[in-house]
């Protein structure tokens, strides 16, 4: 059984039809009930349940995962997936922004995991949570939802480390451009979709299921040595700065095939 926060749209439902493809029952916990049909029609089948809560409010998170417990079974998978964006540079950004950022996408992991770990303490279990290519190189004029990123990374780290004697493994996947509903009035844009493209070195932007595939590994058997791990997903985008460095030279070797 598994809990996916965030896991109405986007990456995160990506993430939560993929465990259901697997056979799993998946708790959903978000601020709004799903308008996707999909999961709806999951909501009916009796696979995905959804809770509406604030990531951010330790009562609510207490009652949420209380109820998962007796209503679809013993938690075995936690993907802390919820999160937000405050754009604004650090000179202007609004102290009240910077706590809201934080509070979602760093503390809110940090109280799920806490409680999730008082039961997969007793089974073992795994935690994935989605950190971001941003947690690992600077974004301007995003510092906020960089430095919380960044924190997510050590974070996972650290309760790799701390609850690895429960046989809890804690890693983390870095997104890099993935085309979802929160940048497709952006990557809409032949214009802007080419130019972002034209970045990657696999000169294609990213899907949400390209995620799903890689968390559904980290929680599988087939990772149970892996803990402690941030996995970069980003088409090669981030190892692939040094090229858009203009004047370098290109390596002959590069076309010897």
Same mark, same amino acid.
């Given at each position: 059984m598994a809990v996916v926060t965030g896991g109405r749209r986007g990456i995160g439902q990506a993430i939560v039809e993929r465990f259901v493809r697997e056979g799993a029952r998946v708790g959903v916990f978000c601020r709004k009930?799903?308008?996707?049909?999909? %999961?709806?029609?999951?909501?009916?089948?009796?696979?995905? !349940? !959804? #809770?509406?809560?604030?990531?951010?409010?330790? /009562?609510?998170?207490?009652?949420?995962?209380?109820?998962?417990?007796?209503?679809?079974?013993? %938690?075995? &998978? *936690?993907? =802390? =997936?919820?999160?937000?964006?405050?754009?604004? $540079? *650090?000179?202007? %950004?609004?102290?009240?922004?910077?706590? $809201?950022?934080?509070?979602?996408?760093?503390?809110?992991?940090?109280?799920? +995991?806490?409680?999730?770990?008082? @039961?997969?303490?007793?089974?073992?279990? +795994?935690?994935? =949570? &989605?950190?971001?290519? +941003?947690?690992?190189?600077?974004?301007?004029?995003?510092?906020? #939802?960089?430095?919380?990123?960044?924190? /997510?990374?050590?974070? @996972?780290?650290?309760?790799?480390?701390?609850?690895?004697? !429960? =046989?809890?493994?804690?890693n983390a996947v870095c997104p890099g451009i993935i085309r979802t509903p929160l940048n497709e009035y952006l990557i809409a844009d032949p214009e802007i979709h080419a130019a972002r493209a034209a970045l990657i070195p696999m000169k294609r932007i990213g899907k949400p299921t390209e995620i799903a595939n890689v968390v559904a590994f980290l929680v599988s058997e087939e990772a149970s040595y892996i803990t402690g791990q941030a996995v970069l997903v980003d088409g090669?985008?981030?190892?692939? &700065?040094? +090229?858009?460095?203009?004047?370098?030279?290109v390596s002959k070797a590069k076309n010897s095939c």
């Open positions: 009930k799903a308008s996707d049909e999909t %999961l709806q029609q999951l909501e009916k089948q009796g696979t995905v !349940f !959804f #809770y509406q809560v604030d990531v951010t409010d330790r /009562v609510m998170l207490e009652e949420a995962f209380a109820r998962v417990n007796k209503e679809i079974g013993e %938690l075995d &998978i *936690l993907v =802390n =997936n919820a999160g937000i964006t405050m754009p604004g $540079r *650090l000179e202007s %950004l609004k102290e009240d922004q910077w706590d $809201r950022v934080i509070d979602v996408n760093l503390k809110g992991i940090f109280l799920c +995991s806490q409680i999730a770990v008082k @039961t997969l303490k007793n089974k073992g279990g +795994s935690i994935v =949570n &989605i950190s971001s290519m +941003s947690g690992m190189e600077p974004y301007e004029g995003m510092g906020a #939802y960089s430095s919380s990123k960044a924190g /997510v990374i050590m974070l @996972t780290r650290q309760m790799a480390l701390e609850w690895a004697q !429960f =046989n809890v493994r804690v090669g985008l981030l190892g692939s &700065i040094q +090229s858009h460095i203009k004047g370098r030279p």
